[in-house]
């Protein structure tokens, strides 16, 4: 039942298609809220789809907005991919009001996104789809050696770590000494 | 396609750790230190570690929880491990790491302070010094009965000192290497079993055993050395006697009457009972090549 269009802009959405309802369709109308993101595409999403989001949840009961209202003041969420936001909207509404199921094979495969996926839903706090998510992360390398996973998460050798740790330490002294040069020059 | 797994929130981090199989986490944690930490967190346990000692090699027998491998067999080299899961061997690599390393590493990653058990096996050459230095503390110590080593006293004791329970399969034994040395080392228990060549006992030696449970197959010793032991005990000279159990199965049949010549007693449930002036008790069960004898 989910629906994208292409925005023109997030001030003013263009009217978002919907899809087709399923046959059964609910007796009492449903409510529709409307998201998008670094897009700018409009995703009509229903408030029992959007119930997975702890995030966009608590904002609905927060705003009370009427389906108008929501309609002129899509959620933004400026800091997720168009194509994240998607596979997010996309589980939700096949999810919605069901109870999940310990595996999920709906999960998304793509798993070059994986990693923005799991950003996306840890900021919407869908907790059951981080689940899916972090085992998906795990399973990735399974039976892998230790060369093997370095390679796979990018992990840092111990070389690197303390690198990267003297020039943050370095950075941090710098920028302590430009503010106290600044908060001198401030009292002169 | 790389993922930066550390760029994750931690508790994302965390959770997909705690989806990982038990040697999955143990490759993630050979990574870096950060990782080992990491690891750390998830707070895995494990079933069991067994170290068996190989003439200048040890092999580890790992049992994990939460995984679909039972047992992983690996072989510990210097700065390599090769394990086998069953289906093939693998070789992971932990640059800087020695032969030292590796068990304390799986240790402290499963949050254990000693393994299970070290078994010496058919060594002929191994310094145990170097046993000693790769595992800093085992449950169990056991020397098979087909290991050639002539332990001197020094590396004996050092081996033994990491152990909280022995159990000895040889008679290893000499006129230098007296067992009151072994039997004196304040373990929780100690097995020794030759059923060929019996382990010689005397009154000294019972008097200055101080494990707590003792079974020695097969002991030779006599009536008379036993019945000085009762009757020493009786009298309390040995107030701080730490043994609880003592077991003697013997090399020649014993004389039950020889053995309690002179000592006051009560029998109880077929069992010898003896009653000293502290209020200590010794149950005493003599069968015709056993003693058994347990303190109260």
């Known amino acids: 039942m989910s629906s994208t269009e292409q925005g023109t802009s997030s001030a003013a959405p263009a009217e978002p298609t ?44 927060n705003l009370g907005y009427t389906e108008e209202q929501a309609k002129a003041n899509p959620f933004p969420f400026e800091n997720i991919d168009g194509d994240i936001l998607q596979m997010v909207v996309d589980w939700c509404n096949q999810h919605k009001g069901k ?60 070389a690197e770590d303390e690198a990267a740790e003297k020039e943050a330490k370095k950075r941090a002294g710098k920028e302590a000494a430009g503010e106290t040069a600044a908060a001198a020059g401030d009292a002169k | 396609m790389p993922i930066r797994i550390l760029s994750l929130p ?87 790491f020695t032969q030292r390393n590796w068990i304390p590493h799986f240790l402290d990653i499963f949050h254990e302070s000693k393994i299970h058990s070290l078994v010496i096996m058919n060594v002929r050459l191994w310094d ?7 595992i800093p503390k085992c449950q169990t110590l056991r020397i098979r009965e087909n290991c050639y080593i002539k332990f001197e006293n020094i590396e004996f004791l050092q081996l033994c000192s990491i ?69 020493l005990w009786m009298k309390g000279n040995n107030i701080f006697n730490r043994p609880s159990y003592m077991k003697l199965s013997l090399i020649h049949e014993i004389d039950r009457d020889e053995v309690l010549r002179g000592i006051k007693y009560q029998i109880v449930d077929n069992e010898c009972s003896l009653n000293r002036a502290d209020g200590k008790k010794l149950s005493i069960s003599i069968q015709r090549n056993s003693v058994d004898f347990e303190f109260q």
């Open chain 1, 18 to 61: 919907t899809a087709p309802e399923s046959a059964a369709a609910p007796e009492v109308p449903e409510s529709f809220y409307y998201v998008h993101g670094k897009d700018k595409v409009v995703h009509k999403v229903s408030a029992g789809a959007l119930q997975h989001s702890a995030l966009i949840h608590g904002m609905i009961s």
């Open chain 1, 99 to 158: 109870p999940t199921p310990p595996e999920d094979t709906n999960l998304p495969k793509q798993k070059e996104k994986l990693f923005d996926l799991v950003l996306a839903v840890n900021y919407l706090e869908i907790k059951e789809l981080l689940t899916y998510c972090c085992k998906q992360v795990a399973m990735m390398v399974k039976g892998k050696s230790p060369e093997e996973i370095r390679e796979i998460w990018m992990i840092p050798t111990d």
């Open chain 2, 10 to 96: 931690v508790a994302d981090l965390q959770y997909a750790l705690n989806c990982m199989d038990t040697w999955d986490l143990v490759a993630f944690s050979l990574c870096s230190k950060r990782t080992k930490n990491l690891v750390k967190f998830t707070v895995r346990k494990i079933k069991k570690i067994e170290a068996n000692v190989y003439d200048c090699r040890i092999c580890l027998t790992v049992q994990a929880f939460q995984t679909i491998q039972n047992f992983v067999f690996i072989g510990i080299h210097d700065s390599c491990i090769t394990l086998d899961f069953g289906k093939g061997t693998e070789l992971w690599r932990k640059q800087g």
């Open chain 2, 128 to 134: 145990m010094d170097t046993v000693k230095q790769c």
């Open chain 2, 163 to 231: 152990a909280e329970n022995a159990e000895i399969e040889k008679n290893i034994f000499t006129n230098e290497n007296h067992i009151s040395k072994f039997l004196n080392l304040n373990l929780r228990s100690v097995h020794l079993s030759d059923w060929d060549n019996p382990f010689k006992l005397e009154l000294n030696d019972l008097l200055t055993a101080n494990s707590i449970n003792i079974t020695i197959q097969t002991a030779n010793i006599r009536e008379n050395e036993l019945n000085r032991y009762l009757k």
